[in-house]
């Protein structure tokens, strides 16, 4: 939405993604590489967008730990490379970190990390702090978008002086936060580097060597801790307050403003580098407090150690947070979580009267009835759920990564399981060894290809007997439409060989491979019992595009969307439409069931689900399985 | 101009255009040179689910997020989910609410009661609102020329309302350069309709 490319010394409105990303074309950025995944996925199609323009090496990668190589790649042969992944993406990539804080950088690398706490759109809340520690890596932590551009900025210049990765840490409410941003100039561009080692050992990491690179790096990391840290402590408030907070990331932005409303006489040390930690600074914050209370989502990190630095600097100083149990270690915080915790630790009433509130709207919002996430309308998925449940319902399902997931829910119930990516058809080989059930894995095309392959060898060598679902549609859906090896474009839209699942498949030696429309529910059911039948591992493709894609391929030909309606004298009100098939845009009267035209794609999925016919086009509604529309 | 804090949730069903609405608030707060912070949802999360932005405006505001009770304004896309936003309603919001019901599915498969428009406008009074304002925006969008514009038109019937801290036209120059080009004279006419149509309730 903002203008990633406006000129310099401008305020544009950048989300926190795009301004990481407008900061590394201000570092001088070459080569960028990642796997789409909440809440990072932004930056990447903020530098597919540009990448062109600028000159810069953008590609999705198959998956993160490739993209973390062809960073690495660059990086060793003196580019500057940026890879960025959502916090369980980092633990697919970390193989290849780990060892590279041991090898380093000959030009500049950044690792961006978004982690995801209360797991808005995750299966974790995993923080991402303690790879910071445990890899080597200095992390810095921003706390707004204009920081985020500036942050990654500096990024680069320290991974080029100190010549390791260095790692940028957010969260969703960075990532996702719009804000002003002043604009520095782009120096982002490409030109060829060389791949030559600066000593003969230094990527080779073995016995010896390795141990020899990891002294090396913790002596970096001692003067960065010195000469860097520091710098990005900052104390605000009065200097004689005898109250602290220490605190990082969105969670000083809501402290700010908690402090005025509790108004006390308070200081606040905000941290930009949470590692390594700039150990005299906190030891001399906390000499100048009585108390402090420690402010930061998740675990206790920052927690553990300012008492560590406590014990050896201020040892009378009370040190309070998640521990204590002053604040909260599950889920994100918002400014009610944080003025709770300060009245909780200074000993006042909270400024707001917040069991007024909760009792007032307790009372209206049992009235309003939940509306989780659904599959859209004229979802593919929603028509392979439907098969299934006919076709398999007894089955144990595993599922995997992306929209998908959404069919574990009523009436569909065809996912028992949602793990890790790839995690469908993994677990589907130990569900079969230890049980007589019929499996089923269902995993998405973008998913089958970051992680489901190695997986489905596996099951094939060893004999399996398992059904998998590829439910393939055509693009990486749930992270908003990127691009995978799979479809016939690349990240910047030019032409790309697209991968064939089904050669894919073949090639591995399962011998039951069918591909179906799945708005072909007669088929797809056929299909579907044939494979469970079979002695073996086999493969059902239900291929069909995002219908988010199709309807807006439509529109940009002008087609007009004409919605279903429900004929009244044929529906007889039994409501099998709502409870089989549950598309968002049915409305249930009282009397009979209607489309709500807001809502209807006009896709004629749900034609042939009404056992009376009830569903009917209107003049100008399409039918896109009749029409081969999305296929 | 000076704002100290002005706090604006958009909240809808994931697919409504939600964050397009709040996108050109940002943008015409950009224009006169405020502080904001603006929170959205993006990933699986959105998938017909509810889905709120919250953006705050003002030199005051540090967080994106805003605290329970201090709303000055709610645009509602869809009734139920304007009325989930009652623990930061209070007599400082206004309430510009479309009043077309889209149930949710799931509430059919679990039996859960869904309320009618005028009850949920009643439960909406019961919070004491400073002013609710409700519009037919499916309509008036349609009259525009289509229904993907309903946003656009709550867009114009909550500058209609007065209480946005921008000068007349700001929001409609924001919505101008906002605006996808194939899109930009349908979301005019659909913002003008809107700002036309705001009348109080029955």
Redesign the interface.
């Known amino acids: ?1 903002g203008d990633l490319l406006a000129p310099a010394n401008t ?3 950048l ?1 926190g993604n795009e301004a990481v990303a407008r900061g590394a074309l201000e570092a001088g950025l070459n080569v960028a590489a990642a796997y789409p995944g ?2 990072s ?2 930056i990447g199609e903020a530098l597919a967008k540009v990448a062109k323009k600028v000159g810069i090496y953008f590609e999705w990668s198959a998956n993160e730990k490739v993209a973390t190589e062809v960073a690495m790649g660059a990086a060793w042969s003196g580019l500057r490379a940026l890879t960025m992944m959502k916090h369980v993406g980092f633990n697919v990539a970390s193989d290849a970190i780990f060892t590279l804080a041991y090898a380093g950088v000959t030009g500049a690398m950044v690792i961006v990390s978004a982690d995801d706490p209360h797991a ?2 995750s299966q974790n809340e995993q923080d991402n702090r303690h790879y910071g520690e445990s890899v080597g890596l200095p992390m810095l932590e921003p706390t ?1 978008p204009q920081e985020a551009k500036d942050f990654t900025k500096e990024a680069f210049e320290l991974s080029s002086r100190y010549k390791i990765p260095v790692m940028v840490r957010t969260t969703t ?1 960075i990532s ?5 941003v002043r604009l520095g100039e782009i120096t982002a561009g490409f030109s060829k580097g060389k791949f030559v080692p600066p000593e003969p050992d230094r990527y080779l990491q073995v016995g010896a060597i390795a141990r020899k690179h990891h002294a090396e790096l913790l002596e970096k990391l001692k003067e960065i801790s010195m000469d860097v840290s520091p710098s990005y402590a900052k104390v605000e408030g009065s200097s004689d307050a005898e109250f602290g907070v220490v605190t990082s990331g ?1 969670a ?3 402290t ?2 908690a402090l ?2 509790v108004n006390v006489d308070a200081k606040i040390l905000k941290l930009g580098m949470t590692f390594p930690l700039p150990e005299e600074v906190i030891g001399e914050f906390l000499s100048s407090v009585n108390t402090v209370l420690v402010v930061e989502e998740l675990d206790p990190y920052l927690e553990m150690r300012v008492k560590a630095i406590a014990k050896d600097h201020a040892p009378e100083v009370e040190v309070l947070g998640k521990l204590t149990g002053h604040m909260p270690r599950v889920g994100e915080y ?3 979580t944080v ?1 709770e915790g300060l009245s909780k630790a200074l000993g006042v009433v909270p400024p ?1 009267n ?1 069991a007024e ?2 009792r ?2 307790s009372e ?2 049992k ?11 004229a979802c593919p998925h929603r028509s392979t759920g439907y098969a299934l449940r006919r076709a398999a319902g007894r089955a144990a399902f595993m599922g995997d990564i992306g ?1 998908y ?2 069919l574990f ?3 569909f119930r065809v996912e028992h399981v949602t793990h890790a990516m790839g995690s469908s058809i993994g677990l589907a080989n130990g569900i079969d060894i230890a049980t007589d059930q019929d499996v089923v894995a269902l995993i998405g095309d973008s998913t089958f290809f970051h992680a489901g392959i190695p997986a489905l060898i596996n099951a094939v060598h060893n004999k399996r007997k398992m059904t998998v679902m590829i439910m393939d549609n055509r693009i990486t859906a ?3 439409h990127q691009p995978h090896p799979g479809t016939e474009v690349n990240a910047v839209g030019d032409e790309a060989p697209a991968i064939d699942i089904e050669k894919v498949v073949r090639s591995i030696g399962v011998d039951y491979v069918r591909v179906v429309d799945p708005y072909d529910h007669a088929a797809t059911e056929r299909a579907i019992r044939e494979a469970l039948k079979h002695d073996g591992v086999s493969v059902v493709i239900t291929k069909r595009e995002c219908a988010l894609l199709t309807v807006a391929r439509l529109r940009r030909q002008g087609q007009k969307i004409v919605p279903y309606r429900v004929n009244p004298d044929k529906c007889t009100y039994c ?1 099998v439409c ?2 089989t098939f ?3 845009a ?3 009267t009282g009397s009979m069931v209607e489309i ?4 209807c794609f006009g896709c004629g999925a749900c034609v042939p689900v009404c056992p009376y016919g009830a569903f009917e086009p209107q003049e100008g509604s399409l039918n896109w399985r009749e029409q081969k529309i999305g296929v | 101009m000076s704002v100290r804090e002005f706090n604006v949730i958009v909240a809808g069903v994931g697919g409504q255009g939600i964050l397009f609405t709040t996108n050109v608030i940002a943008r015409a707060a950009l224009k006169l040179g405020l502080n904001f912070a603006q929170s959205e949802v993006h990933g699986l999360s959105q998938r017909y689910g509810s889905i709120r932005t919250e953006l705050r405006i003002g030199s005051d505001v540090s967080s994106p997020l805003i605290l329970e009770g201090t709303l000055d304004l709610l645009i509602a896309l869809e009734p139920l989910e304007g009325l989930r936003q009652a623990p930061y309603i209070s007599e400082r919001t206004t309430v510009v609410m479309n009043n077309h019901v889209i149930p949710p599915i799931g509430a059919y498969l679990e039996r859960f009661p869904i309320p009618s428009f005028d009850e949920i406008l009643e439960l909406m009074r019961s919070l004491n609102p400073k002013q609710i304002m409700v519009l037919n925006a499916y309509d008036i969008a349609k009259e525009a020329g289509d229904y993907l514009v309903a946003n656009t038109v709550m867009l114009g019937a909550a500058q209609a309302t007065g209480v946005l801290p921008f000068p007349e036209g700001v929001l409609r120059e924001a919505l101008e350069e906002v605006s996808p080009s194939r899109y930009r004279d349908l979301n005019l006419r659909a913002f003008d309709l809107g700002r036309e149509s705001v009348s109080p309730p029955r």
């Open positions: 939405m305020l544009e409105v989300l909440t809440p996925t932004e808005h759109s707004n409410r996702h936060q719009r804000g002003p969105v000083y932005a809501h700010k403003e005025k409303l918002t400014m009610r003025l707001v917040f509130i909760d007032r709207s209206i919002l009235k309003v009835p939940p509306r989780p996430p659904v599959l859209c309308p929209c997931a959404l829910q009523k009436p749930m992270t908003g409501r709502i409870n549950a598309c968002p049915f409305v249930d709500d035209p807001t809502v």
